[in-house]
């Protein structure tokens, strides 16, 4: 078991650019979820998904922001034309589902957006 | 509306010092509850959780946590702190593997 893993870890970029992190969850768990943090903060959930299908998307994904599943495994989240308060750190989380410990949910290292 | 109160935004105590971690939470229900360490620049570690049973819970690296139901409260404990355990605590509250909602976080400092 390696753990869920982000990518990139670090990412600066210039304001209306567009980014896209990627998100590998433990294998076989079919719940993998977004939030994001800002410094000071706990983490903000933005979205999550069973399998491929996005069940629940948050007030705070707005419509430059897009995620998706496309095979069921890992996942990709876009923000499109980024501002300044995009900048945070953008955390995924998996979980398994149908067992007693299906809804411990457990995170990756993050990826760190700064944009300039 | 869900929410989850840290009130303790600092907290600082001798290394060998007991701690406790105040979080109160605002839910629907009885939700699921979770206690999550994350250090500077890292993700979020799971220290415990409480689904039902038992309202005293035992986690990782000695902590425990009590739920009390009358009182809407899953405050953290440890006996004995060590330098290592400085970090930021959350607490969260969820139900079936829906979204997590956490508190704003507590930053621990451990002093020698």
């Known amino acids: ?10 990412k600066i970029t210039k304001r209306g650019q567009n980014v896209t992190f990627r998100c590998d969850p433990i294998s076989e768990h079919n719940r993998l979820y977004w939030y994001r943090q800002t410094l000071g903060q706990g983490p903000e959930f933005l ?3 069973q399998n491929e299908a ?14 998706e599943r496309p095979k069921g495994s890992f996942s990709t989240l876009e923000i499109q034309r980024t501002e300044q308060g995009d900048s945070a750190m953008y955390l995924c989380a998996s979980s398994p589902v149908g067992t007693g410990s299906a809804d411990t949910q457990y995170f990756g290292p993050g990826t760190r957006l700064t944009v300039l | ?23 109160n939470y605002s839910y629907g229900a009885t939700p699921y509850l979770f206690w999550y360490v994350q250090s500077p620049g890292q993700g979020l570690q799971l ?11 035992q986690g990782i690296k000695g902590f425990e946590a009590e739920f009390k139901r009358s009182q809407s409260s899953f405050n953290l404990r440890k006996p004995s702190v060590h330098w290592s355990d400085a970090a930021e605590y959350f607490c969260a509250v969820g139900w079936r593997g ?3 909602v956490f508190g704003a976080g507590t930053i621990l400092r451990v002093k020698s």
Do not use: M, W
């Not at chain 2, 220290?47 to 819970?57: A, I, P, W």
């Open chain 2, 1 to 23: 509306a869900q929410s989850v109160t840290q009130p303790d935004i600092h907290i600082t105590v001798s290394e060998g010092a007991s701690l406790e971690l105040r979080c």
């Open chain 1, 54 to 67: 996005q069940l629940e998307k948050s007030r705070l994904l707005s419509d430059r922001f897009s995620a």
């Open chain 2, 47 to 57: 220290l415990l959780k409480y689904f039902s049973g038992d309202t005293l819970v």
């Open chain 2, 98 to 100: 829906n979204k997590l």
């Open chain 1, 47 to 49: 979205t999550y998904f």
């Open chain 1, 1 to 10: 078991d390696t753990g869920v893993s982000q990518d990139p870890r670090h």
